[in-house]
């Protein structure tokens, strides 16, 4: 499976903005999906994941009630919808395809895209 990410951009604080990321690949109902980011000087973290079937769906803490995950399987492609935006979600964000949409962290993925840049100004 082939990730690419798009639609990262400058936003102000408060703002909106969603991100898209499309697959390549008849697998891509085989994968749970998610979104990670990575902010300067910080290690990846776990954003959002979203189950095969787009019925179950995961959350940070941090963005839980801002952001929405979901998923076009006919389309091949998941999406962030990211509310309420923060300073401090500013960060390059990358999908991910994984096993468990329980459960993701970054050394169980089996595949990354290529990341892209939010910054959110204050």
């Known amino acids: 499976v082939q990730l690419q990410a798009s639609g990262g951009g400058l936003v102000q604080a408060g703002g909106s903005m969603r991100l898209s990321c499309a697959a390549s690949g008849r697998t891509f109902v085989g994968y749970s999906m998610g979104w990670f980011r990575q902010a300067p000087g910080k290690e990846r973290e776990f954003v959002a994941a979203?189950?095969?079937?787009?019925?179950?769906?995961n959350y940070a803490e941090s963005v839980k009630g801002r952001f929405t995950i979901s998923r076009e399987n006919a389309n091949n492609t998941v999406y962030l919808q990211m509310n309420s935006l923060k300073p401090e979600d500013t960060a390059v964000y990358y999908c991910?395809?994984?096993?468990?949409?329980?459960?993701?962290?970054?050394?169980?993925?089996?595949?990354w895209g290529q990341g892209t840049l939010v910054t959110v100004s204050s």
């Open positions: 991910a395809a994984g096993k468990d949409y329980l459960v993701m962290r970054p050394v169980g993925i089996n595949y």
């Open positions: 979203i189950s095969r079937s787009g019925a179950g769906t």
